[in-house]
């Protein structure tokens, strides 16, 4: 199926332990992001990716790497997680011409 | 800053009553403003967008919203709000192509609940 995908959906996991979501896109749009949600303040963007092996922060990058060695894939890990973490996880593409962005159906994660 | 601002957190409104919900922007630059609804569990889907142009953008599910420079507004309307429009309302702006990251500053949101 064409579009954003995102794995897992939902996770369960405990403080410390390491967490990799996974967002792949079928488009080949070239910018990539990783937001988080939570109640009170809405979206926030954690990293953004311009292309392959180009990456930068967005407003709440701490605690959290990504890579982008394919065009398709922006994995996001966090390496060791804390409560804090606990939220929903969006990933989103950028389509360039007419500058709009797509969203994928989250993941829920709760961190123990 | 750039920021955007969705005054009403919680709305209430009755099936088939109007609907206008409010967003208020600061941009340091000419915006691209975003309207996104959020069902619950479930992603963003675009409503509308505004660009350029006619400042009255129509968009999915019979929405619309205009654009006010001079208010730096861009509230989303409904003449007839249906049951299924339950749901948050996310409103965003963010850069013209080939300025910065194309990355959205969004809203805290605005949950919309519709009485029978």
């Known amino acids: 199926d064409a579009g954003i995908t995102q794995s897992p959906r939902y996770k369960i996991t405990e403080t410390g332990r390491q967490v990799t979501l996974m967002c792949h896109q079928t488009w080949s749009h070239s910018y990539m992001f990783w937001y988080r949600q939570d109640l009170g303040h809405g979206l926030r963007l954690i990293y953004y990716?311009?292309?392959?092996?180009?990456?930068d922060k967005g407003e709440v990058p701490d605690g959290y790497v990504v890579s982008r060695s394919k065009t398709e894939n922006f994995p996001l890990t966090l390496e060791s997680a804390t409560r804090s973490q606990t939220s929903v996880y969006f990933c989103?593409?950028?389509?360039?011409?007419?500058?709009?962005?797509?969203f994928g159906p989250g993941t829920r994660l709760t961190v123990l | 800053a750039q920021s955007v601002t969705q005054p009403d957190i919680h709305i209430t409104v009755s099936e088939g009553a109007s609907l206008e919900l409010r967003c208020n922007y600061s941009y340091g630059a000419t915006p691209y403003l975003f309207w996104y609804v959020q069902s619950p569990g479930q992603g963003l889907q675009l409503l509308l967008k505004y660009f350029s142009g006619d400042t009255l953008v129509q968009g999915i599910k019979g929405f619309e919203a205009e654009f006010k420079r001079s208010q730096s507004s861009f509230n989303l309307r409904k003449p007839s709000v249906h049951w299924s429009d339950a749901a948050e309302y996310f409103c965003?702006?963010?850069?013209?192509?080939?300025?910065?990251?194309?990355?959205?500053?969004f809203g805290k949101g605005t949950k919309l609940s519709v009485k029978p």
């Open positions: 965003a702006v963010g850069a013209r192509p080939g300025g910065s990251q194309g990355n959205l500053i």
């Open positions: 989103a593409t950028l389509d360039r011409g007419p500058n709009t962005q797509y």
């Open positions: 990716s311009a292309a392959a092996d180009i990456t």
